[in-house]
């Protein structure tokens, strides 16, 4: 059976995350957790960090997961992840949970909840070998609370603790690389996916669910309110992040690096910054070096990248892993 | 019983006594003093197969208490135990496992909040979490740390109550003395707290739960006032499971412990490992013809308000020893028990000791009984130079 028909079929009856939940229109979330959710073969229970994607979706006294949810705070996730984990090897050990009804545990959390604020437990949960699958839905700023700035933001955002104006050019700072933190903590299965290439997303999943260990799934995720695009075009927009090499879509295995997309050709960076008004600021003629110097920065991280999975091509010795 | 029965322990040793005996799935940990003998006593009974939950060695107290209400709420028997910045730092998911009435059981070694930095005993570190709906059960000693943490297990569960419980113990104090302590049989034990049951736990299969949700002014008043009728719940059922607990172990609990009341004329009302000390210098005081007494407080939160007020009614002088401030207000014991007994024709006041770790000592109490102390007992200088 094709992969679309496997996802549709998986949503059928029940689907994990039912419709009817004040996310906004065009809101890139939804489709990055249904396609998370139907790429798994097994059950699954869903921990939730604090954001848009649990407000949204749990208004007491109704809800619109019909999977085992749970949600505690913003900065925890991966901690209840530890816990729920850490109870079903209990409950198997004593022969209260059989094998074939184990749900794999998925996290679902924003930037805020992955690069800043939810780091540590983050960290601590990936290095103490959790089973359990941490997807970020990565919208760049904290979009939940009005887009204020995130570690996840990027260098010229503008966001409304970050806005542009006559002394500013938006976010001073890159935002961090917390993909490469998480392959830094030498975990089976890490990889960069985005919402417009969910084929790609859902193979990712499938590796992830598989692996012996914690996996990290960074999902650029649009947001039209924070971004400034027309709801209609989100899934272009997350296209221009992958063409562009803004957003590169690669995988790490075991510590091994592979590009599982490549761009036919590099797109200019203003295809991406263009449609974003986050970005407007920076395309006057005035800030044509500033634009210059995005477009150097995103070919030179690719570069890097590119070296990394040729790297990876070769065997590596044991000390390299 | 047989003195054969009794082994050398400290109270740090005895909660993790009645953890290896009661067996939980899940311990997520951290350490911190005084509190950390706890922590490293039960993870060697793991490692030995002793005991054969899951040791999780979180990286945080926040995590500590958020992995265990994952693990609660998914369907394990689950224990922590903490003490001062710890707690501080889990306490907004302390507030979180209670509003989730997620029973885990958490035992606290009781330890002076910074600033300045200390590790030994007050209770600003319980105080803190004061209103945050988790019941607050104090221990006097090693025996009763053990006791009320295997009681404070079942009542966690109860049904109706299903809220964590902290076992408090006063760090140094308790946590490492060595007293006489008498252990239930293992299997005693296994069989008091019975099976682990939650109504629908996150793993449990063909009825999906939302735990956690959002809750706007529409709901959340009718939430928190479910809270806290579980809280007050525990006024019946620890009363009740006790009765189940005396026939098992000989030793009686209640919510709260009189203490030569008969006739008595001034009370003192305290917490911990002071009503010791407090119950020598009584007898003392008692041996001289003075009509002393006191009461001892087992269960902070939730309050035994009316309990009280009936032992305390007639008595004339009621005097309040906190060991926690509140800067710029009552102190919390005190203003507690002035609340119950307001109406009442009872004089309450109350005086501070103990902070940081300053011990109380036989003398100490008798200056109190006799009115020859300030708002402070045992604090030099006074008034303090700033």
């Known amino acids: 059976m094709s992969r679309l028909k496997t996802l549709a079929r998986r949503e059928a009856g029940l689907p994990p995350l039912a419709g009817g939940h004040s996310l906004c229109q065009g809101c890139g979330i939804p489709a990055v957790v249904r396609t998370v959710l139907g790429s798994f073969d097994r059950p699954v229970v869903v921990v939730n960090a604090t954001g848009c994607l649990e407000v949204a979706t749990t208004r007491f006294p109704t809800t619109a997961w019909n999977v085992p949810w749970v949600h505690v705070a913003f900065e925890n996730a991966a901690a209840v992840a530890s816990g729920v984990d850490a109870a079903k090897r209990a409950l198997r050990r004593r022969n209260a949970l059989p094998e074939d009804q184990e749900p794999a545990v998925v996290v679902f959390a924003g930037d805020g909840g992955t690069y800043d604020i939810g780091l540590q437990a983050l960290s601590g949960a990936l290095e103490r070998g959790h089973r359990f699958l941490f997807v970020c839905y990565d919208n760049e700023a904290y979009m939940n609370t009005g887009i204020q700035r995130s570690g996840a933001t990027p260098f010229g955002a503008s966001t409304t603790t970050s806005p542009s104006g006559l002394e500013s050019l ?152 | 019983m047989n003195v054969r ?13 009645a953890m290896r005996q009661i067996d939980p799935d899940v311990v997520p940990v951290y350490p911190i003093t005084p509190q950390t003998p706890i922590i490293q006593t039960f993870a060697k009974f793991v490692a030995d197969g002793a005991a054969h939950g899951e040791l999780v060695d979180v990286e945080s107290e926040h995590s500590a208490m958020s992995a265990a209400i994952g693990s609660a709420l998914a369907g394990a028997r689950t224990m922590t135990a903490t003490s001062s910045q710890g707690l501080a730092l889990m306490a907004e998911v302390v507030y979180i496992a209670a509003a989730m009435r997620a029973p885990i059981v958490m035992a606290l070694g009781n330890r002076a909040l910074s600033g300045p930095i200390n590790i030994h005993c007050d209770h600003s570190d319980s105080m803190l979490i004061r209103d945050s709906g988790v019941v607050q059960l104090f221990a006097e000693n090693a025996q009763e740390a053990y006791d009320l943490t295997v009681l404070g297990t ?58 956690g949700p959002f809750a706007m002014p529409d709901y959340y008043f009718e939430l928190r006032r479910q809270q806290i009728a579980a809280l007050e719940a525990v006024l019946d059922a620890l009363p009740e499971l006790a009765l189940g607990y005396e026939q098992l172990s000989g030793r009686g609990y209640g919510l709260l412990e009189p203490y030569r009341l008969d006739d008595a004329e001034r009370v003192l009302v305290a917490l911990g490992s002071a009503t010791g000390t407090i119950k020598d210098a009584v007898d003392e005081l008692r041996d001289a013809g003075e009509p002393v007494g006191l009461v001892k407080i087992v269960s902070f939160r939730p309050f035994p308000a009316a309990a009280l007020a009936e032992l305390l009614r007639d008595v004339p002088s009621v005097i309040v020893l906190d060991r926690a401030a509140s800067p710029g207000g009552a102190a919390p014991l005190r203003a507690e028990v002035a609340s119950a007994l307001s109406g009442e024709g009872t004089r309450v006041e109350g005086h501070v000791y103990g902070l940081g770790g300053r011990d109380l000592h036989p003398e100490d109490v008798r200056d109190v009984f006799a009115g020859r102390v300030g708002d402070y007992v045992g604090l030099r200088g006074e008034p303090c130079p700033v």
């Open chain 1, 170 to 321: 938006g976010k001073a700072q890159q935002r961090k690389d917390m993909t490469a933190i998480a392959i830094a903590h030498h975990v089976p299965y890490v990889a960069q996916a985005a919402g417009s290439h969910w084929q790609d997303l859902s193979e990712k999943v499938e590796r992830a669910a598989a692996a012996d260990g914690p996996a990290f799934l960074n999902v650029l995720t649009n947001c039209p309110l924070g971004w400034g695009h027309e709801p209609r075009i989100g899934i272009q927009m997350l296209d221009a992040a992958v063409e562009t090499c803004f957003w590169p879509l690669y995988e790490v295995v075991d510590g091994r690096f592979r590009l599982t997309y490549e761009p036919e050709e590099m797109l200019p960076i203003e295809e991406w910054l263009r449609p974003q008004a986050r970005f407007a600021h920076l395309l006057g003629p005035e800030h044509a070096d500033v634009v210059a110097g995005i477009q150097r920065q995103v070919e030179d991280d690719w570069e890097a990248l590119r070296s990394r999975c040729r790297e990876s091509e070769r065997p590596m010795s044991r000390s390299e892993f």
């Open chain 2, 154 to 211: 079942r009542l966690a569960e109860r049904r109706e109550v299903m809220l964590p419980v902290l076992v408090c113990q006063d760090g140094f104090t308790i946590t490492h003395s060595a007293e006489p302590v008498a252990l239930l049989a293992d299997t005693a034990v296994r069989q008091f707290v019975g099976d682990y049951e939650i109504p629908h736990p996150l793993l449990e299969r063909g009825h999906p739960t939302t735990h």
């Open chain 2, 5 to 17: 029965d009794l082994r050398l322990l400290t109270g740090g040793e005895a909660v993790a006594e």
